[in-house]
T-cell receptor, first 111, second 115 residues
């Protein structure tokens, strides 16, 4: 069962910030928000995850709303190599085996 | 380099033959997973293993078998009982389930085509 809702596709100009939204209105208090991406015919790549606070790493930033019902993944300076399908996943911090990958958002970075 | 390797990248088999897909990791992870991905769809969990000599069925285990004799290795056998075996197969590993953040890391995948 899908716990997240993402737009099916987005475009972004090269060099600009890509902001990918995700709705997870039924998220529980112990569930984290994870982001992965999958470039065509490759395995999914972990990007970032968070619980309540905003997070940043070398790849991206994750902004989680105060009510935790939605989040945004930000790629600060998109490059052509960032063209991929991006998956937003919610899962408990412990006790979960499955990662439910929905259909994600297909991000196309345009030169 | 630490990581997860899957071999081969592409595999072709005749209908009715069993085939084994390899997955090896040198991340010292306790848990390993097998997923299946069909075109335009998300991932579905086949089997997972939290520790050596133990494994559990996922959502779509029918027609598949696994073994976990070594921490580093988690091979998946696609048997002739699997009705639609043609798919992209992904292996993942994580630190042992029960830790606060057991992020799963994926291998490059094996694309199996049954003719």
């Amino acid at each position: 069962d899908a716990k997240t809702t993402q737009p099916p596709s987005m475009d972004c100009a090269e060099g600009r910030a890509a902001n990918l939204p995700c709705n997870h209105s039924t998220i529980s208090g112990n569930e984290y928000v994870y982001w992965y991406r999958q470039i065509h015919s490759q395995g999914p790549q972990y990007i970032i995850h968070g619980l309540k606070n905003n997070e940043t790493n070398e790849m991206a930033s994750l902004i989680i709303t105060e009510d935790r019902k939605s989040s945004t993944l930000i790629l600060p300076h998109a490059t052509l190599r960032d063209t991929a399908v991006y998956y937003c996943i919610v899962r408990p911090g412990t006790g979960a085996n499955n990662l439910f990958f929905g259909t994600g958002t297909r991000l196309t970075v345009i030169p | 380099d630490g990581g997860i390797t899957q071999s081969p990248k592409y595999l072709f088999r005749k209908e009715g033959q069993n085939v084994t897909l390899s997955c090896e990791q040198n991340l010292n992870h306790d848990a390993m997973y097998w997923y299946r991905q069909d075109p335009g769809q998300g991932l579905r969990l086949i089997y997972y293993s939290q520790i050596v000599n133990d494994f559990q069925k996922g959502d779509i285990a029918e027609g598949y078998s696994v073994s976990r004799e070594k921490k580093e290795s988690f091979p998946l056998t696609v048997t002739s009982a699997q009705k639609n075996p043609t798919a992209f197969y992904l292996c993942a590993s994580s630190t042992r389930q029960g830790t606060i953040t057991d992020t799963q890391y994926f291998g490059p995948g094996t694309r199996l085509t049954v003719l």
